[in-house]
């Protein structure tokens, strides 16, 4: 390995599992929730400021609002909470319609707010006025996403990814797959989403014609997916080693091997592109965070950082400069990138 790319900034420890981790859009703030419920806000050089209760029975997901100072929370109570991310206020604690409330994504402008629990799919604006519930889908919502530069929202759960327009709710697309997709990602230009699914295989959907295809042969069931900024290249997980994927080209990835990175000695937990750079970042039950830069072939690993316990998750700073990412410990780390 080249000289290691990381340096560590500072680290926090918190009482528990490291569920979430999500960056201000500023970038001077870093909410950080715990498996147990409580969610904490830490300032750039990792002291803990407000502490928000977040969910009884566990908080579930994380997310900022694009503008402003205000984060929303999905948890086991079967809300979804809205809090001033400045003075711990909660704003708002809006019924998500299930037991449970897993899955949770603001629109690129943040005026909609979108959540899964169970079948349903509830939306909200900003102020936390219930604009519509999507029909329940086949079976539970297992991951969501704003289709980037359209008012659209991609809902996956059991044989289909379905696609609406969050305008009218009505359904503008319909990709019917036999199987159970768990994780999805749009490529940042629009045009493809990618799932990974539980029979150890990853697929891709064309948006504007609906052409398909799937890779397989992982070792495990994919829960991680990540996309470069350029929409050429897609990592995915489903085992130890990240792989790299060309999608170029009239055919994309179709018939063509990827890039094995290797490095890690268990399954992956993370894995997540700069937002506007060429680092790849990958974590792990290993306890490792790695660093890649695909471009060097021979020797792609650029960086390392190891935790005791497991590595759970990864949020990369808005400027890229910074990668933070927590353990089934409790414990956060601030890697600098340079």
Not at 57 to 77: K, N, Y
Request: with cysteine; hydrophobic share 45%; net charge neutral.
């Amino acid at each position: 390995m080249a000289a290691n790319k990381f340096r560590v900034a500072w680290q926090a420890n918190l009482p528990d599992h490291i569920i979430g981790l999500a960056w201000s859009p500023d970038g001077a703030r870093l909410a950080a929730a715990t498996v147990s419920g409580p969610i904490v806000i830490l300032d750039s050089s990792g002291k803990s400021g407000v502490q928000l209760k977040g969910h009884s029975f566990g908080t579930a997901a994380i997310a900022w609002r694009a503008i402003g100072g205000m984060l929303a929370s999905a948890g086991q109570d079967g809300t979804v909470r809205l809090w001033n991310a400045l003075s711990g206020a909660e704003l708002a604690a809006l019924d998500g319609g299930a037991a449970w409330v897993e899955k949770l994504a603001w629109s690129e402008d943040g005026t909609r707010l979108a959540a899964g629990a169970g079948k349903k799919v509830r939306i909200w604006d900003s102020t936390g006025h219930l604009l519509r519930e999507l029909p329940a889908q086949a079976g539970t919502v297992t991951d969501l996403a704003w289709r980037p530069g359209a008012n659209q929202l991609a809902v996956l759960g059991y044989g289909a990814a379905n696609i609406y327009d969050a305008a009218s709710g009505a359904l503008a697309h319909s990709f019917a797959w036999k199987g159970s997709p768990l994780a999805l990602a749009w490529s940042p230009n629009g045009k493809v989403l990618a799932h990974g699914n539980q029979d150890a295989t990853v697929h891709f959907w064309y948006a504007a014609t609906g052409i398909d295809l799937q890779m397989s042969g992982f070792p495990s069931k994919v829960r991680e997916l990540s996309w470069d900024f350029t929409s050429r290249y897609l990592a995915t997980g489903g085992g130890p080693m990240p792989c790299l994927w060309d999608c170029s080209g009239a055919k994309g990835p179709e018939g063509t091997s990827p890039q094995m990175l290797e490095g890690h000695e268990d399954t992956l937990s993370a894995l997540a592109f700069q937002a506007r750079g060429y680092l790849l970042a990958s974590a792990a039950l290993d306890g490792r965070v790695l660093l890649w830069q695909q471009a060097n072939k021979k020797a792609p690993k650029v960086g390392e950082f190891r935790f005791e316990g497991e590595a759970t998750t990864l949020a990369w700073s808005p400027d890229d400069k910074s990668l933070a990412t927590g353990s089934d410990r409790g414990t956060i780390a601030l890697l600098k990138v340079g």
